[in-house]
């Protein structure tokens, strides 16, 4: 059984989906520890409701974001973690810490990469016209939303769609596909 770590900024609404598939039997691992950097996200509430271990780590708590990240480090490590998941996590993580995690750390962004990296992805997408837009699991590594793809899924674009409809959309779409990138990743022992 995979050995889990997940690290949010906020609602958790990605992680919640996760824990409701292993606690189904979807989702063959078991989440050690989640890791927030938002004091106030709800997604620890929920984290404690399943019997989850919370930590929080505020980046204003410590000298730098090196050793900030070092201390997230430190706590997934100590816990076992073989796989770190980004389920809302609004942090660009440093080298260091990715480098603790070579290619074990993996992020969902709501949009097809290498299209629409960044914050807003699905403004992005409406702004340029697409018709079809989506979400991607990748790897992540030294750059923006630029790691190697694990898998995607597409979302149709109407044209009386807001971000705010899109956004609901690609999100139901990321509730499934997280979890099938981790199961893949499990089956297949999948790396870089």
Known sequence: MLSLGILISGRGSNMAAILNNIKNGVLNASVKVVISNVATAKGLD???????ETVVCSPKDFASKDIYEEEVAAHLKKRGVQLVVLAGYMRVLGPGFIEAFPNKIINIHPSLLPAFKGLHAQRQALEYGV???GCTVHFVDNTLDGGRIIVQETVPVFDEDTEDTLSTRILEKEHVLYT?????????????
């Open 131 to 133: 018709k079809v837009a």
């Open 180 to 192: 099938q990138a981790i199961q893949k990743l499990i089956d297949h022992n999948l790396k870089l």
């Open 46 to 52: 929920l984290a404690k409701e399943f019997g989850i």
